[in-house]
T-cell receptor, first 110, second 115 residues
Framework: QKEVEQDPGPLSVPEGAIVSLNCTYSNSAFQYFMWYRQYSRKGPELLMYTYSSGNKEDGRFTAQVDKSSKYISLFIRDSQPSDSATYLCAPQTGANNLFFGTGTRLTVIP | ETGVTQTPRHLVMGMTNKKSLKCEQHLGHNAMYWYKQSAKKPLELMFVYNFKEQTENNSVPSRFSPECPNSSHLFLHLHTLQPEDSALYLC??????????????FGSGTRLTVV
């Protein structure tokens, strides 16, 4: 079983839509949960960081972690064409190594 | 451009060539990483260096040889590669040690094609 499962998409939505991106994981030791955004021909950049279960909001982005079901979500409200990118979930144990999902490619159509 | 710079951006090499990828960070981080990114696969951790010492080699074939002369520079030496080694090679750095809200800082990667 993979450490992290993520639907690779692609996912296309109209501008203004609410986007839901999800991951599941198998390792109960994961405590830190990150979302990275990767634009074409660029490296991933950290978008959101959450510690343990709960929600965290940053502007149009909300990260949600449910440790009981091992489920990670990223919601994007009022999606914009500039949100078009690949989104990677990355849970982490207390050690320093991140585990990445495959990434979901999102396209927001004007 | 991020605080992590990778060169070259693109590289095409034959299976008998020897080449090197370079990574440089000026963020004061003490940990550096090499990742391999292939289509429809998760990022694969290759090597980890903490304070210039290699702390992890994730069962990477010996045709990939890392070098970390100081905390700011990381190299990946390549020789006798195979076509399946074609991928985006990403370098990252971090402050190291445990979970951190700052995560990793990635470079833009080197797109490697082995012919």
């Amino acid at each position: 079983q993979k450490e992290v499962e993520q639907d690779p998409g692609p996912l296309s939505v109209p501008e203004g839509a609410i986007v839901s991106l999800n991951c599941t994981y198998s390792n109960s030791a994961f405590q830190y949960f990150m979302w990275y955004r990767q634009y074409s021909r660029k490296g991933p950049e950290l978008l959101m960081y959450t510690y343990s279960s709960g929600n965290k909001e940053d502007g149009r982005f909300t990260a949600q972690v449910d440790k009981s079901s091992k489920y990670i979500s990223l919601f994007i409200r009022d999606s914009q064409p500039s949100d078009s990118a690949t989104y990677l979930c990355a849970p982490q144990t207390g050690a320093n190594n991140l585990f990445f999902g495959t990434g979901t490619r999102l396209t927001v159509i004007p | 451009e991020t605080g992590v710079t990778q060169t070259p951006r693109h590289l095409v090499m034959g299976m008998t060539n020897k080449k090197s990828l370079k990574c440089e960070q000026h963020l004061g981080h003490n940990a550096m990483y090499w990742y391999k990114q292939s289509a429809k696969k998760p990022l694969e951790l290759m090597f980890v260096y903490n304070f210039k010492e290699q702390t992890e080699n994730n069962s990477v074939p010996s045709r990939f040889s890392p070098e970390c002369p100081n905390s700011s520079h990381l190299f990946l030496h390549l020789h006798t590669l195979q076509p399946e080694d074609s991928a985006l090679y990403l370098c990252a750095s971090s402050q190291g040690g445990g979970g951190t809200e700052y995560g990793y800082t990635f470079g833009s990667g080197t797109r490697l094609t082995v012919v």
